[in-house]
């Protein structure tokens, strides 16, 4: 067994390449989809929660307090295509692929092979839940640097007392 395995740690992925968080600042492969959350390009006031699922390609884009995207209708709206390219940035084009169960391997080629397939819209119910993850992850940024550990990130309860 590895050190990391048998260390009560998890292995940190870093991303594949740096990205900007101004437009696509959550972008999560998570729950079967590609999903995250994406800044309106005409509304610094409006998020857009964008899902595509792995396998099917239905895509579903809406807003925070879940109104339709108006450009997801028949096909992915920028939204959308905003977010894959965020996801290949993160995780690399190979990983998404996989992830989404795509042919091709790099960005361009994972958006053709979706769009091929002619994906459906499709359900918007696991918005709110990204939307929450999301706000999640931004409280952690204000809070102060510490060492300490945090009580709502310890999934095990300790064994033994620290001394």
């Known amino acids: ?3 990391w395995e ?6 940190v992925l870093w991303p ?4 900007k968080l101004a437009k696509v600042p959550f972008v999560e492969l998570a729950d079967g989809r590609l999903q995250g959350v994406v800044s309106s390009g005409s509304d610094v006031e409006r998020v857009y929660v964008s899902s ?8 579903s884009c809406s807003t925070n307090n879940n109104r339709p995207c108006g450009g997801a209708r028949g096909g992915f709206c920028n939204h959308i295509l905003g977010l894959i390219g965020e996801a290949v940035l993160q995780y690399g084009a ?3 692929a996989r992830y989404l169960r795509v042919e091709g391997v790099d ?17 918007s119910a696991a918005a709110a839940q990204v939307f929450s993850r999301f706000l ?11 060492t300490a550990p945090l009580p709502e990130m310890q999934w095990f309860p300790p064994t033994r007392a620290v001394v």
Do not use: K, N, W
């Open 52 to 59: 595509v699922a792995a396998g099917t390609f239905a895509f």
């Open 16 to 19: 594949a390449r740096p990205r």
């Open 1 to 3: 067994m590895s050190g």
């Open 94 to 96: 190979e990983r998404v």
């Open 6 to 11: 048998s260390s009560s740690t998890a292995r």
């Open 107 to 123: 960005g361009g080629a994972i958006v053709a092979a979706m769009q091929a397939s002619g994906p459906s819209q499709g359900d």
């Open 136 to 146: 999640r992850h931004l409280a952690y940024l204000e809070l102060a640097p510490t």
